[in-house]
């Protein structure tokens, strides 16, 4: 028996196996990247790891990199492929030849026998290992370079799924030693570089999941767009996970929160938005070899690929696999149609995030306002301005002019070069987790994807502002707009005693701010949410059937297409929107304030004309806690409560603090506390905390005894000003007397901090004054105000201010004094 080989029993024969040609998937592990390619390497790895702990991968076998260089060697294909790579130029312009010519070569060869013999047996062993002739596989690319922290090499070469039989076996492999060549490959590893004969190719030979009849698409253990390390985001369409890598649909999203992954009682699936999906890629209408493109059906464009413990189930495997690799990853996933079963198909090392720094925090913001053109999901967090290249075709990629904004329907691994060229890039197809996103992030091009229409709304020609500076959700604007960058190291900003914490109002940002040093959220903005996400008024999703205009109704249809009913869209929604505002800063407190909209701005939601009256000054009309237990809303704070209910106790952020805003008189506040009992919010139940804003004079005035009723309370220095001074905060005539700093303003923030601290309860403050006036900021400060909640994009100006105003107070007996009181 030769050196290297070993004897082993295939189908009732002893046969000899060339080790160094053809292994089983479950005899390699991550340190044989150099032997089998990172691809298979980490098949081999969770299999023989990862496998006991219930995180199933399916099996197989991988030719080996010695079996391509064997095929490379024996065919005497060496001296011609370097002779036709030195024929490059150096502008890359003849890649697509070039490449033409290397997989000619390539795929005009024949293997070894004793590599054809080797491959037959294995395959030969897997049917007898399932149970099914020729049982259907993946034949996938696996480049020995592939996988590496540095860089990912996700989708160069190609996969080929549903083969069946010995001979379209050999061939698929042939195809993937050919497609180490493909234009896309060569692309790429000039742009990382690597050198093109310093790469060999492993095959990996895997069971097909029948993902067909089921689900597949990508997950990442961190958020890849802001590097947030404690979620994790997973992307899935209806059948084979090609549509969702190659960026071809608009895939359903789903992001877990990693920290609450381990409590059973707890669900914590923060997002969980519904893609259009509108087709799939499955097996071949005859049940022979090969896949091919269909639509999906309505149902399944409206209904999710995966439910919540599906999704809770990805999840927890997501976590295992990065713990075991010890760091981020990315990774496909299967579902099989037939059995319901889940698999991990695939998992490498992420490559963006992991290159980026902790500790400095670069911010980019529009400077200048545009119209309006597009959005979809945002690829990375900066803008860029250029004239738009709208290109509808592959055929049409000759096109493209260095430096412009690339537009396509897609820009699929075939595009490399074209969008390594490319000022920013907007498709209408694909998400955050597409191949197409992922090479964006790669190049660091700004990217907008998903858009579904932007070919069509973009002028070829049309000068353009791509953004992704505002969260999840990429704007493109029309015009070349102005705009700014910020950078900060975040180890040098110092420690306060006050407790700075933000503002946040938009879920698809939250995630953005994460790297802040902050004690948690002083104010989230239900209204927002609602605003943002839900879109419909509270009590047209309780009483649908009040709604008449047509046109509302077809939008609440749309909207709640997937849920159980309307009511069950608007708790599940705002509970997740809640949720993904409280899980950058947990376990750290989050302060939720229920809805503060008026009359005028709930009239403004999809059927919230219906449910709403005129009111001659909404600022001091129907809103705050009037509204809760009022016939006209209650059913609607009834949907609120439930909300609340289910981001503590089934998402399981119990850390959620609830805020009553607007709260009139000591009567009202019980009222609404009466209700919130009522729906299961009771105060001290499971620890749950109720503030009150303080931002009306009877709230000051009457300090001591509504903190008998409250928690805490949170200045609303926006409202307190307007009321104190009878100063419309709405009316632009009477703007210039609208001053926070006011004498009598800052006597009344005085008082109710005083007040707070007399009855023993916390007292922050969470308006707008500390972070538009730094000399605000130390008023409060001195006035022994125990949390500041800023603006994110203040916060970072405002710390050093209110740590050189804590130094000050130090030297003043009197204000430490009032720092000390609680």
Not at 418 to 430: E, Q, S
Request: with cysteine; aromatic share 8%; net charge negative.
């Amino acid at each position: 028996m030769p050196h290297g080989a070993e004897q082993r029993r295939c189908e009732g024969n002893l046969i000899t196996v060339d080790k160094e040609s053809v292994v089983w998937l479950e005899d390699v592990g991550i340190k044989d990247v150099a032997y089998v390619g990172g691809k298979n390497a980490s098949l081999g790895e969770m299999i023989r790891s990862l496998a006991a702990d219930g995180v199933r991968v399916p099996g197989g076998f991988a030719l080996t990199a010695a079996a391509y260089r064997t095929y490379i060697a024996e065919n005497d294909m060496a001296p011609r492929l370097e002779q036709i790579l030195a024929t490059k130029d150096s502008a890359g312009t003849n890649w697509r030849s070039i490449g033409n010519q290397v997989r000619e070569l390539i795929l005009a060869g024949e293997f070894p026998p004793e590599t054809t013999t080797q491959i037959r047996s294995f395959y030969r062993e897997l049917a007898v290992r399932t149970g099914h002739e020729d049982p259907a596989v993946a034949v996938r690319s696996s480049a020995t370079a592939e996988d590496l922290p540095d860089a990912s090499f996700a989708g160069q070469q190609e996969t080929f799924l549903n083969v069946r039989g010995e001979e379209q076996l050999l061939d698929a492999c042939r195809r993937c030693y050919a497609s180490l060549f493909t234009d896309r490959a060569i692309s790429y590893r000039e742009i990382m570089k690597y050198g093109h004969l310093d790469v060999a190719l492993s095959v990996g030979v895997q069971l097909m999941v029948r993902s067909d009849l089921g689900a597949a698409g990508v997950m990442f253990s961190l958020d890849t767009e802001s590097g947030f390390p404690r979620a994790a985001v997973l992307s899935a369409n209806w059948g084979l996970g090609e549509t969702v890598v190659l960026g071809m649909v608009n895939p359903d999203k789903y992001v877990v929160f990693k920290p609450l992954l381990g409590m059973p009682a707890f669900s914590p699936v923060i997002e969980k938005l519904l893609g259009s999906k509108g087709c799939k890629l499955v097996y071949s209408s005859d049940g022979g070899a090969g896949t091919r493109m269909v639509d999906t059906t309505d149902a399944e464009r409206t209904s999710f690929c995966l439910n919540d413990d599906e999704i809770l189930q990805l999840g927890r495997w997501a976590v295992q696999v990065e713990n075991h690799y010890g760091r981020p990853m990315d990774m496909e996933w299967a579902k099989d149609g037939m059995s319901g079963e889940l698999f991990i198909v695939q998992a490498r090392p992420e490559t963006v995030q992991a290159r980026k720094s902790g500790t400095v925090m670069s911010t980019h913001r529009l400077t200048e306002e545009g119209r309006l053109l597009v959005e979809g999901a945002a690829v990375g967090d900066s803008i860029a301005s250029g004239i738009a290249c709208v290109i509808k075709s592959a055929a049409d990629i000759g096109n493209f002019v260095d430096g412009a904004v690339l537009v396509a329907e897609q820009t699929d691994p075939d595009w490399v070069p074209v969008m390594k060229r490319a000022k920013a890039i907007v498709t209408d197809k694909g998400g955050a987790t597409s191949h197409a996103a992922i090479v964006s992030r790669e190049l660091g091009i700004t990217a907008v994807v998903g858009t579904t229409d932007a070919t069509k709304v973009v002028v070829d020609g049309q000068s353009i502002t791509v953004s992704c500076a505002d969260g999840d959700t990429g704007h493109v604007y029309e015009g070349l707009l102005a705009s700014a960058q910020d950078d900060v190291d975040l180890g040098e900003l110092p420690v306060t005693r006050t407790s700075v914490m933000l503002n946040l109002a938009s879920p698809s940002s939250a995630f953005k701010w994460w790297r802040l040093p902050a004690k948690g959220i002083g104010l989230a903005r239900m209204e927002f949410v609602i605003n943002d996400m839900v879109q419909v008024h509270p009590m047209a999703l309780a009483y649908p059937e009040r709604v008449t205009d047509p046109a509302d109704r077809a939008k609440i249809k749309e909207l709640t297409r997937g849920f159980a009913d309307s009511s069950d869209y608007f708790v599940q929604t705002l509970a997740r929107g809640l949720a993904k505002l409280a899980a950058p800063f947990h376990p750290a407190p989050v302060v939720v304030r229920f809805s503060d909209f008026k009359t005028n701005e709930y009239a403004h939601l999809i059927g919230g004309s219906v449910f709403e009256g005129e009111e001659s000054n909404p600022m001091i009309g129907f809103r705050g806690a009037s509204r809760y237990y009022d016939p006209h809303y209650r059913a609607g704070f009834d949907l609120e409560c439930r909300a609340i209910l289910r981001l503590r106790n089934q998402c399981g952020f119990m850390n959620v603090i609830v805020m009553v805003p607007f709260c009139r008189t000591l009567a009202e506040a019980d009222r609404v506390l009466a209700v919130m009992a009522e729906n299961g919010l009771v105060r001290g139940q499971d620890g749950l905390k109720v503030y009150m804003m303080c931002e009306i004079p009877s709230n000051v005035i009457l300090a001591p005894k509504f903190a008998a009723k409250f928690d805490g309370f949170s200045i609303g220095s926006n409202d307190l000003t307007q009321l104190v001074l009878g100063v419309d905060r709405d009316s632009a005539i009477l703007a210039p007397l609208f001053d926070e700093q006011d004498e009598a303003v800052k006597t009344m923030i005085s008082q109710a901090i005083a007040g707070a601290h007399a009855a023993g309860i916390r007292i922050g403050i969470c308006g707008q004054a500390p972070s538009n006036h730094p000399e605000f900021a130390q008023f409060v400060v001195a006035e022994g105000i125990d949390s500041i909640s800023l603006n994110p994009d203040s916060f970072l100006r405002t710390v050093p201010v209110i740590a050189a105003a804590e130094a000050a107070q130090k030297q003043n007996p009197i204000a430490a004094a009032k720092s000390s009181r609680f």
